[in-house]
């Protein structure tokens, strides 16, 4: 599994003079872009963050400031087991979401699961759905996994939608499965297999 392949390192590579650049895209739709998320992203993620609050809550909670977005972006961009892509609406350009993908498990098990969240403006408009078609692709077709899982709390019915959109199934439901805003909270769990996406993927 090379999860380079993915991230490009995960860095910002340096341009003319030192600059910093932006990466290329690892995958692109019709309406949408998927691009490695870098530590220079911060600014803008955690406006649209903040911006998000009312579209998030209680089920999200991505980072509204420098230092925990340097915390959540430093793992996806240096851990081994992490990746992070930023969504990018094609049309307008704006921030439209993110995809995570955690806990990346090689060998036998080729797996990682998946978390995601749309900003404000953006949700509801397919553009997360096609997103998360090309993490599906770019990490089961770049990166080798064989299988991806998506844990979600019962009462986020747009989040189940788009899991169930993409293709994943239901397998079961963990009680006090995930600690989140201080409670261990109920999650049904969503796979995906690569049997499941059939053969023209």
Same mark, same amino acid.
């Given at each position: 599994m090379d999860r380079n392949a993915a991230t490009?390192?995960?860095?910002?590579?340096?341009?003319?003079?030192?600059?910093?650049?932006? *990466?290329?895209?690892? %995958?692109? !739709? $019709?309406?949408? @872009?998927? #691009? *490695?998320?870098?530590? %220079?992203? !911060? $600014?803008?993620? @955690?406006? #649209?963050?903040?911006?998000s609050r009312e579209l998030h809550r209680p089920?999200?909670?991505?980072?509204?400031?420098?230092?925990?977005?340097?915390?959540?972006?430093?793992?996806?961009?240096?851990d081994d087991d992490r990746a992070?892509?930023?969504?990018?609406?094609?049309?307008?350009?704006?921030?439209?979401?993110?995809?995570?993908?955690?806990?990346?498990?090689?060998?036998?098990f080729r797996c990682g699961a998946l978390g995601y969240g749309a900003f404000a403006g953006c949700e509801g408009r397919g553009l997360m759905s096609e997103a998360l078609g090309l993490v599906v692709a770019h990490t089961m077709d770049t990166l080798g996994l064989h299988r991806l899982e998506i844990n979600v709390q019962p009462g986020n019915a747009p989040s189940i939608a788009l899991a169930r959109r993409a293709g994943f199934r239901l397998e079961g439901f963990s009680p006090d499965f995930l600690l989140i805003d201080g409670a261990w909270r109920d999650h049904e769990r969503w796979a995906l297999t690569q049997e499941m996406r059939g053969p023209a993927g």
């Open positions: 490009e390192d995960g860095t910002t590579d340096p341009g003319p003079g030192g600059a910093a650049s932006t *990466p290329a895209p690892v %995958a692109e !739709g $019709p309406r949408t @872009t998927l #691009r *490695p998320v870098t530590l %220079a992203d !911060g $600014p803008e993620f @955690t406006a #649209r963050a903040r911006e089920w999200l909670f991505p980072p509204t400031d420098a230092r925990a977005y340097a915390v959540w972006a430093g793992r996806l961009v240096h992070g892509y930023l969504v990018h609406e094609r049309a307008t350009g704006a921030l439209a979401g993110y995809v995570a993908v955690n806990n990346i498990v090689g060998g036998a």
